[in-house]
């Protein structure tokens, strides 16, 4: 059983910065690519960020040029900074890590609230 533990979440203010964490129970670690993803309220659960097992990122628009993803494999874990943050960037955040099976959506954390308000 894969478990994800993601932290960092909080309150704080637009223009503000947080980083989030995600440690994997993984002996593998290396070899699975990591995603984030977010829920707002009312809305469907959207992909925003992903690292692939050589590194490789990709970036949703919305958040693209303000977030950086990245993993430290020999700490088993995946971050996200993430900067500049909106109003609009409140949502639960999830941890997500895929080995690449086409069967499977991989496994999940159980979120991290990020609420930006002034």
């Known amino acids: 059983q894969v478990q994800l533990v993601e932290s960092g979440g909080g309150l704080v203010q637009p223009g503000g910065s947080l980083r989030l964490s995600c440690v994997a129970s993984?002996?593998?670690?290396?070899?699975?690519?990591m995603g984030w993803h977010r829920q707002a309220p009312g809305k469907q659960r959207e992909l925003i960020a992903s690292?692939?097992?050589?590194?490789?990122?990709m970036y949703a628009d919305s958040v693209k040029g303000r977030f950086t993803i990245s993993r430290d494999n020999a700490k088993n874990t995946v971050y996200l900074q993430m900067n500049s943050l909106k109003p609009e960037d409140t949502a639960v955040y999830y941890c997500?890590?895929?080995?690449?099976?086409?069967?499977?959506?991989?496994?999940w954390g159980q979120g991290t609230w990020v609420t930006v308000s002034s």
């Open positions: 993984l002996s593998n670690f290396d070899i699975y690519a």
């Open positions: 997500n890590a895929w080995d690449y099976n086409p069967k499977s959506s991989g496994s």
């Open positions: 690292i692939t097992s050589d590194s490789s990122t």
